[in-house]
């Protein structure tokens, strides 16, 4: 009897910007995936592991420098694939990716006309007025963007495109611009954000869910029904629920003890408790939580979830001799997210250290979203040592590059009012 497992994968496209494996099961389908963006880059090849479980033959193609897919050996790239599906003939080609993965699948549809598109958290613009999250890795392209706009949407052979996304969130404005052009089958994630995946994964329910996708005929009304009974064991969900709950510390202990119970010994629901402690000024045991999670788990700890915990801990008044540990692995030159820079920043403010903090700044400024938060650190840090001018102009720059952040925003109209409120002060006994 013939077996159906295929040799392992193999490289067949490789340049200074884009690499391509492909592995052959002889499926029916061949699924070429998009590899999101990552820091410090490059991705992982995505969907591997899950195409070679479910015996998928699959392309997986990463951008090794976060371009976003607009380097120029794009199109020499689409070529080579080309000819690998001319190759092996599939019956369907579909294209999956998230987040920049998503533009990829976009950026390659008119070059490889597939049957179905699969995009989890998309992006169908990179236009600064519309999408700003990402600019600074994308700045240096856009000129090349606008040229090449017009080939990207609409799909010239409109196939089906399926996207999971959050209509809540930010992402949805992409959908709008796929809908308004495509015939779009929407699987709305509520409290997933950008992080669709991660959610799906945290549901138990990822592998099922692309499964469902990639069948001939796709039940959505299954995958809904998926969604409605896993929620209840979503870590993503409980940890937004707790993040909602700040000021009713009583019923975040509830979330928090429940998301215990149910998910024991994870690290994210540990950090989190350890702010909710933080918060209700029982410090010896959130110290504890955060040093017994650094003794086990060491640099794989440095993350999100133990940013917030140390910033938390420190604004509420932690005494900070109490976390060394945790703070070590931030003091070190390992790469980390802007994310977690940014609450390692945050961590500085609370703890009055303002010129590390400033610099700790310089890591995730680029002229995007994160420029945005970093210059709403700098304002509140100005603001704090009395230069009240100075930090209403860093709240300027944040709403510039944020427009659509409200906390930009709110920041600002604050240190307007404070501004006018001490000239008026001041002009006052000279109109008497």
Known sequence: MLSNKADGPACFYKSDFHEAIFQDFKSKILVIAFSERKEPPPAEFFGKSFFQKENISYISVRNTDNSWYLRDDFLQLMEVIKNKISDISPHRVILFGASMGSFGCLRAANHLLPHRIILCAPLASLDPKIERRWASDYSQFIENYFEIKKYILPIINDPEIFCLFDSKYQDNKHVNILKDMHNLHGIDIPDSGHMVLQYLKNSGILSKVIRI???????????????????????SYLLGLSEKLNRRLSLQEIVLNFSLKNIPNDNDVLFAMSEHLSRRKIFDQAAGIIQSLIEKDGNRCLGVPLGK??????????????ISSAIALFTSDKPRSRGTQLWYSRFLRFGGFWDRAFKAHEQFMGGDAFEAHAHIERGL??????????????????????????????H???????LDNELSKAISPLTR
């Open 213 to 235: 996708l990639l069948d001939e005929f796709p039940n959505i009304s299954k995958i809904n029904n998926l969604l409605l009974k896993s929620r209840k064991c979503n870590k």
């Open 309 to 322: 915990a140390i910033a938390i801990y420190t604004e509420n008044g932690g005494k900070i001799e109490n």
């Open 381 to 410: 840090i100005l603001e704090k040592l009395g230069s009240l001018y100075a930090a209403t102009k860093e709240f300027e720059l944040a709403v510039q590059f944020a427009p659509d952040f409200t906390p930009a925003r709110g």
């Open 412 to 418: 600002l109209s604050r240190a307007q009012l404070r």
